[in-house]
């Protein structure tokens, strides 16, 4: 039987890193299949109403974000609510 390229969150060993009341985040480093060698990175898990980490500024890593579930808006700095039809 083939693995499935699906993993679930609940089978992953994150590390909690919290810091105050607002900062909390799950996080995890991942390295892609053999197809993928130079692909990886860091994964975070954050929950409603907390921050990863204060804002911060990359010069050198691209991110990306991936948004698997959102009660709130997202907010970016000063861009506004990205899903606020008003904006």
């Known amino acids: 039987m083939a693995s499935s390229p699906m993993i679930s969150l609940n089978a992953l060993n994150l590390q909690l890193q919290a810091h105050g009341y607002l900062h909390e985040a799950r996080l995890i ?3 892609a299949p053999r197809e993928a060698r130079l692909s990886g990175g860091p994964m975070a898990v954050i929950p409603e109403q907390k921050r990863a980490r204060p804002f911060h500024e990359d010069h050198v890593n691209e991110e990306l974000f991936a948004m698997l579930s959102c009660a709130e808006p997202l907010r ?3 861009a506004g609510n990205y899903w606020d039809d008003e904006s």
């Open 29 to 31: 480093s991942f390295t």
């Open 76 to 78: 970016y700095a000063d």
